[in-house]
């Protein structure tokens, strides 16, 4: 399912559990479109009360498919019309204002993203890279054997590892290795723009 989706559900979703009623005609057409399985059926009605039913959906909809969401709208528009209306609105106004971009999150101004990291953003970086370190030298085109090198360099600072790394790839990239694409490693790998705030400025 769509992040901006899986968001919506889970915003509303105390407001679905009061207003819907998860009858047996809504939860079998999503079984017929194949957006729930038997065994999803079976969580769904094994449920004691119509709120719980209604959660165990909520819980199981994020899961599926990207079309999950979309059968889903349709599934209420006999007997829920004005749940569907509110959603299909919730989703138009958030279609409308999508949130700041990465590096705008980042606070990276736009003047910085076509030039080569520093090695003072490089180390500023080191300092706030976990363990999601290794994926990102990885998605920047080092190797196995160029992250083993880093380690068996610095083998007592995991700071020295990533900075050797993040050097190696500026060194081998020139122009090309521009803060723009750091940020997309960095993206890929899932870090938080707030961790990197105060990195590139």
Known sequence: ???KHKKLLRSQRLFLAEELLVDDMIIQYLYQEEILTERHLEEIQSESSNRKKTLKLLDILPTRCSHAFRHFI???EKDFPWIKDKLLRLCAEDTES???SFT???GVPDHILPTVPTTQHLNRLATRLSSEWKSVLLDLGLSY???YRCCAEHPLAV???VLAGLVMWT???GREATVRRLLQSLQAADIPPSVLQQVFV
């Open 104 to 106: 705008v999150q980042c």
């Open 98 to 100: 999508p949130p700041p």
């Open 1 to 3: 399912m769509d992040p």
């Open 159 to 161: 700071q020295s590892q």
């Open 145 to 147: 054997a160029d992250l």
């Open 171 to 173: 060194q081998r990239n």
């Open 74 to 76: 349709q599934s209420l």
